[in-house]
């Protein structure tokens, strides 16, 4: 088995993923930058992507690291991230890593895509400039409890009685339960047919972001939350109402509310090839996400 190396382990997506890879027998390194405070499964080490100096240790006689790390809070986030990505990238050739695995966007090279995307294609390159072989998982949004995508769909639906929606609310897009993306993280690790491969992962319901808000509606009330469309709400006014309404500050806010616009859905399916299984339906995704949160309040 594999000693690896998790970048961001306590963020959404880390904290799953960490017991999935110790289940699967590997050593697991569970980077932090308050490692002494770290009390999940593996073993915590300190780290920080923006401090290069600070990699050399995490980094040392890692063969796969996963990159789950990223400054969406940050109005700086695009240069932050690039060169995050490119010391990460240059410290894990320096250690003799084999596999970078990286969670990216979904969305075509040909479409305008938002500063958000943007920055997640560039970081795909930067990762691997320095020669170590990347694996990319696209996704659009992750569904799961703690994920932001979906903590803003929840708390939506939780606290309006209505809701006022813009034009790009009837944008497509290919949500993914969260227990589908870990299995893929997971079932990509140290895959030859992965190295250096770009994958589109997302479940089999293409939805509308209005579609979203009903059916989770549905599952978590029973009944619909009336949903009203108008045409003029600038992604900066949504990200101050997002931020009146729920707990997600306007900044990240208003950066994946500008990638909103882009229609993101599955155009490839290879990744069934390497990873075999059915992804999960929005609507089981969204129970298990409520489940999820309702288990960690009650918890608390």
Not at 72 to 94: N, Q, S, Y
Not at 175 to 204: N, T
Not at 240 to 264: C, F, K, P
Request: charged letters at 25%.
């Amino acid at each position: 088995m594999a000693c690896i190396l998790v970048t961001g382990a306590t963020g959404f997506i880390g904290r799953r993923l960490v017991p999935a890879l110790v289940g699967e027998g590997h050593e697991v390194r569970a980077m932090t930058r308050r490692a002494a405070s770290y009390d999940g499964p593996g073993e915590g080490v300190q780290g920080d992507v923006h401090d290069p100096a600070s990699l050399v240790e995490p980094l040392r006689a890692v063969e796969v690291a996963y990159y789950l790390v990223h400054s969406l809070d940050d109005k700086d986030f695009e240069r932050k991230d690039a060169d995050a990505a490119r010391a990460f990238g240059r410290a894990a050739a320096e250690a003799g890593v084999r596999q970078i695995i990286y969670m990216g966007g979904l969305g075509s090279d040909d479409q305008e895509l938002s500063a958000h995307l943007r920055s997640r294609r560039e970081v795909e390159g930067l990762l691997g400039e320095a020669g170590v072989p990347v694996t990319v998982l696209r996704a659009a949004i992750v569904v799961g409890a703690g994920g932001i995508s979906w903590e803003i769909t929840r708390q939506l639906v939780k606290n309006l009685p209505a809701m006022i929606v813009p034009r790009w609310a009837s944008t497509r897009t290919q949500p993914i339960a969260l227990d589908d993306v870990v299995r893929y993280l997971v079932g990509v690790c140290g895959h030859e047919e992965a190295l250096g491969r770009i994958f589109e992962i997302g479940g089999p319901d293409r939805l509308t972001y209005i579609e979203m808000l009903r059916i989770a509606s549905e599952v978590d009330t029973g009944s619909e939350v009336p949903i009203i469309r108008v045409p003029v709400l600038t992604p900066r006014l949504s990200s101050y109402w997002l931020a009146l309404v729920t707990d997600v500050d306007a900044t990240t806010g208003r950066n994946l509310i500008d990638s909103m616009s882009t229609e993101v859905v599955v155009s490839e399916q290879s990744i069934r090839d390497v990873v075999p299984g059915e992804p999960l339906g929005y609507a089981e995704a969204v129970r298990r996400a409520l489940e999820d949160s309702r288990s960690s309040q009650h918890e608390r």
